[in-house]
């Protein structure tokens, strides 16, 4: 079983730029079939950002596609995501999650539920 870390959030003004880490320990994020970035705001329902699959391809929720990068340092076991031009309504605490088995179907892997391991979340403040 995979113990998940979240670190790198903070507050920072509007424009700016935070890069978020995930960092597994227990088993690798190659033994995954998916890796998600997920956000929850106050009141909102938990929300998904990125998704990346094990062959490096990826998927972007709209509010955050040229803004945000997923990557992976494998040598690390760690993911990240870089965010830059960050909008007060990306205020939210950030997720990173694992899923087992492989879907390419979106209305699947955009739903938290369907992830198996979950880190502790880190939050993230964006000041306007």
């Known amino acids: 079983q995979v113990q998940l870390v979240e670190s790198g959030g903070g507050l920072v003004q509007a424009g700016g730029s935070l890069r978020l880490s995930c960092a597994a320990s227990?088993?690798?994020?190659?033994?995954?079939?998916?890796v998600g970035w997920f956000r929850q705001a106050p009141g909102k329902e938990r929300e998904f950002v990125v998704i990346s699959w094990s062959d490096r391809s990826t998927l972007y929720a709209d509010s955050v596609k040229g803004r945000f990068t997923v990557s992976g340092d494998n040598a690390k076991n760690t993911m990240y995501l870089q965010m830059n031009s960050l909008k007060p309504e990306d205020t939210a605490v950030y997720y990173c999650?694992?899923?087992?088995?492989?879907?390419?179907?979106?209305?699947?892997?955009?739903?938290?539920?369907?992830?198996?391991?979950w880190g502790q979340g880190t939050q993230v403040t964006v000041s306007s």
């Open positions: 227990g088993r690798t994020f190659s033994s995954y079939a998916m």
């Open positions: 999650a694992v899923r087992r088995s492989l879907s390419t179907v979106a209305a699947v892997v955009m739903r938290p539920n369907e992830y198996d391991f």
